[in-house]
């Protein structure tokens, strides 16, 4: 059911599915399992590959789409930490420097009336 679906042209997908009286979310559902292998073996993955269009992406298990998702936060996150350290390195910098001259303006007397 998942191959017909997917090998449907746009137009005929929803027919498909109003003649098998599915929605297309069992669709999903069932090429998710699919991709993971968790559904039974009926023929090869031979048979499989052979039905499928050349130059048809090929899907991916709900694990690896996850585990991309995350692997992209990770690095946004990574690079989000990496600006927080530089502008506090560079806060730090400038309290410092605003220190250093609070101290020589408290040292520095001020000129003299003549």
Same mark, same amino acid.
């Given at each position: /059911?998942?191959? =017909?679906?997917?090998?449907? @042209?746009?137009?005929?997908?929803?027919? !498909?599915?109003?003649?098998?009286?599915?929605?297309?979310? +069992?669709? !999903?559902?069932? &090429? $998710?399992?699919?991709?993971?292998?968790?559904?039974?073996?009926?023929?090869?993955?031979?048979?499989?590959? %052979?039905?499928? @269009? &050349?130059?048809?992406?090929?899907?991916?298990?709900?694990?690896?789409?996850? *585990?991309?998702?995350? $692997?992209?936060?990770? =690095?946004?996150?990574?690079?989000? *930490?990496?600006?927080?350290? /530089? %502008?506090?390195?560079? /806060?730090?910098? &400038? +309290? &410092? *420097?605003? =220190?250093?001259?609070?101290?020589?303006?408290?040292?520095?007397? @001020? @000129?003299?009336?003549?």
């Amino acid at each position: /059911m998942v191959a =017909e679906y997917e090998n449907a @042209p746009n137009g005929e997908k929803g027919a !498909i599915l109003r003649r098998e009286g599915l929605y297309s979310s +069992h669709i !999903i559902e069932w &090429a $998710r399992a699919r991709d993971a292998g968790l559904l039974g073996n009926r023929g090869s993955r031979r048979e499989d590959a %052979a039905t499928i @269009p &050349a130059g048809q992406r090929v899907k991916k298990s709900a694990e690896q789409l996850e *585990l991309e998702k995350l $692997r992209r936060q990770n =690095e946004k996150l990574q690079a989000d *930490l990496k600006k927080t350290r /530089m %502008a506090l390195d560079i /806060m730090g910098k &400038a +309290h &410092a *420097l605003l =220190e250093e001259l609070s101290e020589s303006a408290d040292n520095d007397s @001020p @000129p003299k009336k003549s």
